[in-house]
């Protein structure tokens, strides 16, 4: 396949312009900020601002996330319902970043960040250790 096109400046921030439009919003809420944890993109880039690789590879993960989440039980690593992004046999353990701020990253241990963002007031989920923050935009 080839790399996604590069959008246009007036392009949302990466939280807000999920690589499958057509995915039902909540879905969208839950795997957004697991798949750009999973990719190192913090949450407010300017879409514009990422590269075709950074673009490519946040395809890429969004694709293989949702393609784990829909296979039957028989067929994913856990018998556990619910959606799960973090390929743990553990059922307190399914999820990166989302809806767990103030916790400890999974990964290394800083605290999740979470902010209210958009019109609709959508909760975004990051670790500012693994991700960035503010000052690397």
């Excluded at 590269?51 to 590879?57: E, S």
């Excluded at 028989?74 to 999820?95: F, I, V």
């Excluded at 241990?109 to 690397?136: F, L, M, N």
């Amino acid at each position: 396949p080839t790399p996604p096109a590069l959008p246009p400046r007036c392009a949302p921030p990466c939280a807000r312009a999920p690589p499958y439009p057509r995915v039902p919003p909540r879905i969208v809420n839950v795997f957004t900020p697991d798949i750009l944890f999973l990719a190192g993109a913090y949450p407010p880039t300017p879409v514009w601002a990422l590269t075709a690789a950074d673009l490519w590879r946040i395809v890429e993960i969004s694709r293989q996330q949702l393609a784990a989440n829909v296979m039957g039980r028989s067929q994913t690593l856990s018998p556990a319902s619910g959606r799960r992004t973090t390929r743990s046999l553990d059922p307190s353990a399914k999820l990166w970043v989302y809806s767990r701020g103030g916790k400890p990253c999974r990964r290394c241990g800083a605290e999740i960040q979470s902010k209210k963002t958009g019109p609709d007031a959508r909760v975004t989920y990051w670790c500012p250790a693994c991700q960035g923050s503010a000052h690397d935009v």
